[in-house]
Antibody, heavy 121, light 106 residues
Framework: EVQLVESGGGFVQPGETLRLSCVGS????????MTWVRQAPGKGLEWVSS????????YYAESVEGRFTLSRDYSKNTVYLQMSGLRDEDTAVYYC??????????????WGHGTLVTVSA | AIQMTQSPSSLSASVGDRVTITCRASQDIRSDLSWYQHKPGTAPKLLIYAASTLQSGVPSRFSGSGSGTEFTLTISSLQPEDFTTYYC?????????FGGGTKVEI
């Protein structure tokens, strides 16, 4: 069974840094693209970043480009989202998702339950 | 970026009703569209991919259709567990974009 478990959320002040983690199990981590999606309070889903299976290609939403970095640790079956220069509008539940294959294109087949990030002074 | 316009934003229905949700893309996305169900506090769930392919394990009362710029998600007979929020997502190009969501209420 595919499982994705996020962690690392919390309460931070504007400008601070936070790193989210998502551990995958039940599949060959190195064979699948991974994605982060977020949902701000009372809002809809927003795509944040996607990485190919190899990590060689990564895409970012304009709203986080230059502040957020997606990385992968294949020895730990973990994908990270390093978030710096956090803003109030980054407050959201962050979900990781797995694609159907190695390309970052395509739908999001499996999702985690999310981790809450709150940015406030 | 490709804009995804989802309608309606909310709808009221009853158990057993047939419900249709629409997503319109601002440009041609072929059949690169997926649909998700999202219940509060839970992981979003893939329902449909490639516009009309039912994800394994999803009840057959869910169906998708469309191509190009107009797509629909249909629930043929609403069940109590279907009262929640649905989103479309264009899988065609980056940045990936979701529709604004449709809340299905009793």
């Amino acid at each position: 069974e595919v499982q994705l478990v996020e962690s690392g959320g919390g309460f931070v002040q504007p400008g601070e840094t936070l790193r989210l983690s998502c551990v995958g199990s039940g599949f060959i981590f190195s064979s699948y693209a991974m994605t982060w999606v977020r949902q701000a309070p009372g809002k809809g889903l927003e795509w944040v970043s996607s990485s190919s299976a190899t990590g060689g290609t990564t895409y970012y939403a304009e709203s986080v480009e230059g502040r957020f970095t997606l990385s992968r640790d294949y020895s730990k079956n973990t994908v990270y989202l390093q978030m710096s220069g956090l803003r109030d509008e980054d407050t959201a539940v962050y979900y990781c998702a797995r694609g159907p294959g190695n390309s970052p294109r395509g739908y999001f087949q499996h999702w985690g339950h999310g981790t809450l990030v709150t940015v406030s002074a | 970026a490709i804009q995804m316009t989802q309608s309606p934003s909310s709808l009221s229905a009853s158990v057993g009703d047939r419900v249709t949700i629409t997503c319109r893309a601002s440009q041609d996305i072929r059949s690169d569209l997926s649909w998700y169900q999202h219940k509060p506090g839970t992981a979003p769930k893939l329902l449909i991919y490639a516009a009309s392919t039912l994800q394994s394990g999803v009840p057959s009362r869910f169906s998708g259709s469309g191509s190009g710029t107009e797509f629909t998600l249909t629930i043929s007979s609403l069940q109590p567990e279907d009262f929640t929020t649905y989103y479309c997502l264009q899988d065609s190009r980056f940045p990936r974009t979701f529709g604004g969501g449709t809340k299905v209420e009793i």
